[in-house]
């Protein structure tokens, strides 16, 4: 009985595997990209777990069959499992909406390729034990999957290796040079925009892997223009890290995936043709699955690449206008990239320090808090007009006077030890004058110099980048530019608490704490280098990485040549032009 059991399990342990692996394969191609505009934590532990998943099971199931024998079969049929081992190779290929999970993924990409020449012996193998059980036809139809499935895997690698930092590095950035049709007065104005970030694609690629100081084209200066060119810029930029976009823009990918395209179509014909009578219906079954599901995300993938920015923009500038059309018809509609849609998570993580110690005994922070108080906020309009603000204030004191901080003055002049000793102490101390300001000026209610929307908006942004600091100084450190770990700052934050001075809530007052706070902001910023930002892209955006690129396009930052400092305390330098977040007159 015990014996019969095992050859159950066995004869039906690769039909399971194979079936596993193909819905694993459907469930990355259309979550895959999802984690570009979500931060949603269950969706990336989800994702996660079936992009290692179906390598694993992809990779075990060709293990199994290449040792696995017909007298363990408990069939009066042949089995048809070995016709599979070409499939598991396009498995193993992944799918055009998720190539990496995270940087690091694209740096390991010689540990794929040295896999993709393991597993390819292992199919051959698998190929040469059951090419005699076979009839010609399925053989042909193998031999057909297998170069499909070759070609597939070898996309992937060449993908990651594209996506890689030293392979970005060393990049002439070719593909991001193209002809660029002339915008018409016809066209509308979120094409004109697309066609502004499209052309300055090669220059953000040199931003982030901060090749050489680049001079940005004029843009748009209303302010949700700006941001709307950056959100297609970074969105562009992600495709290229973590999927096959870049190589599918490359001749060479095109006629790869054609004769990939191809070589499974005849592979199906020769299939369908083929005798099978011999073989289980439950395998056949399985075979068409593997056939027509593979078709249908064949064709989803085609549909993405008709419908890709740099699709369109190729069509347009050889002024192939019926198929231009097609492509941004797809591109604008609910399934690409419509214009009224955010093509980032458009949220603010928030992490408010006050009421988590408030909360709790115990005056530290653990990973369950970090994970747990995190929360996210819209990323609203009016936090990003002050954000733009902050960055054109800022641009012009280089060649006007610094600015003044008539209110908060003797509050910044307190701290301002802070802001070269511990920055993270800075943050903390201002987070938590902030949050007794804002419980000052509410405490006024509708009286008071706190009237109308106005003020109502200005503190709902102080509260946002407040607690979107603290968010990034608790769960994403390496954002900032800290010189004492998250911890130990967070270890004495009750003896911050002397620096703490009141500050009568007035319109003045709060419009000086706006400021305050994007200039903290933007100082982190301008601080940040491109990796960090890359990273950030698979994990939904983040606020400063659209503050980073804004910076650049101004020609602020720590990349280009006008730097920000954090105080006039610091040593400035000749051959560089510098301003501060917070200048005091001596």
Not at 235 to 263: E, F, N, P, Q
Not at 382 to 409: C, Q, Y
Not at 522 to 543: T, V, W
């Amino acid at each position: 009985m015990k014996i019969n059991l095992v050859k159950l399990i066995y004869g039906w342990e690769v039909q399971l595997l194979v079936l596993i692996s193909f819905a694993l394969q459907m469930f990355l191609f259309f979550t895959g990209s999802l984690r570009r505009r979500s931060t949603n934590i269950f969706l990336s532990v989800c994702i996660w777990t079936a992009y290692l998943g179906a390598d694993w099971v992809a990779v075990y199931a060709l293990g199994y069959l290449s040792g696995v024998h017909e007298d363990i079969i408990p069939r009066r049929t042949q089995p048809l499992s070995f016709f599979w081992a070409p499939f598991l190779l396009i498995h193993l290929g992944g799918q055009d909406t998720i190539t990496a999970f995270a940087m690091e993924d694209n740096d390991l990409w010689l540990r794929h390729f040295l896999n993709l020449l393991v597993q390819v012996f292992l199919a051959i193998h698998v190929f040469w034990k059951s090419a005699g059980k076979l009839t010609m036809e399925l053989i042909a139809s193998s031999i057909f999957v297998f170069v499909a499935g070759v070609i597939k895997y070898g996309e992937r690698t060449w993908s990651l290796k594209c996506g890689s930092y030293k392979s970005l590095e060393s990049s002439t950035g070719h593909q991001y040079k193209q002809q660029f049709p002339k915008p018409k007065d016809s066209d509308c104005d979120y094409s004109k925009t697309l066609l502004n970030a499209l052309r300055s694609m090669f220059i953000v690629l040199n931003v982030f892997t901060a090749r050489n100081q680049s001079v940005f084209k004029s843009g748009p200066d209303d302010a949700k223009r700006m941001f709307k060119v950056v959100e297609l810029e970074l969105a562009m930029m992600y495709d290229d890290l973590y999927t096959k976009a870049l190589v599918l823009r490359t001749k060479t990918g095109m006629i790869l995936r054609c004769i990939s395209h191809t070589c499974s179509v005849v592979a199906f014909a020769l299939f369908i043709a083929s005798d099978k009578m011999r073989y289980h219906r439950v395998d056949i079954a399985i075979t068409y699955s593997l056939f027509i599901g593979g078709f249908f995300l064949d064709l989803s993938a085609m549909f993405i690449v008709i419908m890709s920015p740099w699709t369109w923009v190729w069509l347009k500038a050889q002024k192939y206008k019926w198929l231009a059309s097609l492509s941004w018809f797809l591109f604008s509609s609910d399934i690409g990239w419509p214009a009224k849609r955010p093509l980032w998570s458009n949220s603010i993580g928030q992490y408010n320090l006050e009421k988590r110690l408030a909360s709790v005994e115990k005056k530290n922070v653990s990973w369950m808090s970090k994970l747990l108080d995190a929360k996210y906020v819209e990323a609203d309009d009016n936090t990003m007009e002050s954000v733009v603000k902050g960055i054109k204030r800022i641009h012009d004191e280089f060649s006007n006077v610094a600015r003044e901080w008539p209110k908060l003055g003797p509050f910044l002049a307190n701290i301002r030890v802070y802001f070269a000793a511990d920055f993270g102490a800075a943050i903390v101390v201002i987070h938590k004058f902030t949050e007794e300001y804002i419980k000052s000026a509410e405490s006024l209610g509708q009286g008071g110099q706190h009237q109308g929307n106005t003020c109502n908006n200005k503190m709902e942004v102080c509260r946002k980048l407040s607690n979107y600091m603290m968010y990034l100084f608790v769960n994403n450190p390496s954002m900032l530019p800290l010189n004492t770990s998250s911890e130990a700052t967070l270890a004495k934050v009750d003896q911050l608490k002397e620096k703490l001075i009141r500050v009568d809530p007035s319109e003045e007052a709060l419009e000086e704490m706006v400021d305050m706070w994007t200039r903290l902001l933007i100082y982190s910023a301008g601080k940040s280098q491109g990796p960090m930002h890359a990273a950030e892209l698979a994990r939904g955006g983040e606020l400063i990485t659209f503050v980073w690129l804004l910076m650049v396009k101004a020609g602020l930052g720590d990349s280009e040549s006008k730097r920000i400092l954090i105080a006039n305390s610091a040593s400035a330098s000749t051959n560089l032009k510098e301003a501060y977040a917070f200048y005091f007159a001596s």
